[in-house]
């Protein structure tokens, strides 16, 4: 009974400082403000993120927003039928200046994350040249979680999931998530943050320390929330 009244005043303190919210916290603490691709990675991030899932033309509103400040080129495809249908998913191109092995094929939410992680590891993890180019193995495949005959369809099927395999430096260095994981010491400490800082973006993110499906690259997916191993 305590705590529900407890609970009860929380609510509407929240509720009569709604307005205050609104107009004096910055944006990327403020729940009411749309979402910015350059949004640090707090909590306040992490939901509207969740959010978009569930509101299809606010994702759209980020993901143009993005593109007209230059953070990421894509075009949108048809709506995809069958088994494992797509409601006019995202081609990603490239973000920036970071070129893809090839463009791939992702839910809006997808792209949303990818952007801001990649527009994080760009702007803030140090390396001895900047990032040129990102090689990833796909994101979109219409199959069961590990290619099995039962069980439920993998977050692959609904665009929902890239998998990462490396890295390429304007230096001409590659950086790979099968070679490097463990060393030399420098792209290995760079491997690992960068894998770290993944699991902000994404619902969940899986790395070679997870199975040996994963030694070779990085699952960062939309399902739940914040898993990192
Ligand atoms: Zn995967």
Not at 178 to 188: E, G, I, S, V, Y
Not at 207 to 217: D, K, V, W
């Amino acid at each position: 009974m305590k705590f529900l009244a407890v609970l009860i005043i929380i609510i509407l303190a929240f509720i009569a400082a709604t307005p205050w919210i609104k107009e004096h916290l910055p944006a990327q603490y403020n729940p009411f403000a749309p979402l910015t691709v350059t949004d640090p990675a707090n909590i306040i991030t992490r939901y509207k993120l969740k959010r978009l899932a569930t509101d299809p033309e606010a994702c759209l509103a980020v993901m143009t927003r993005a593109r007209d400040d230059g953070w990421v080129s894509f075009r949108r495809t048809g709506s995809m039928h069958g088994r494992c249908p797509l409601e006019q998913p995202f081609i990603i191109q490239r973000f920036g200046s970071v070129q893809l092995n090839t463009p791939f094929l992702a839910s809006c939410p997808l792209a949303v994350s990818s952007v801001m992680f990649v527009t994080d590891i760009q702007q803030h993890h140090a390396l001895a040249s900047p990032l040129a180019r990102i090689d990833h193995l796909g994101s979109f495949a219409c199959r069961n979680i590990y290619h099995r005959d039962q069980g439920r369809l993998s977050e692959h099927a609904t665009a929902d999931a890239w998998d990462i395999a490396g890295f390429r430096l304007q230096n001409g260095e590659r950086i790979s998530v099968h070679d490097h994981w463990r060393q030399p010491q420098d792209k290995a400490a760079w491997l690992q943050q960068t894998f770290r800082q993944s699991c902000r973006y994404f619902g969940n993110s899986l790395g070679p320390e997870y199975n040996a499906a994963h030694a070779n690259h990085f699952h960062l997916g939309m399902r739940g929330f914040g898993v990192c191993r």
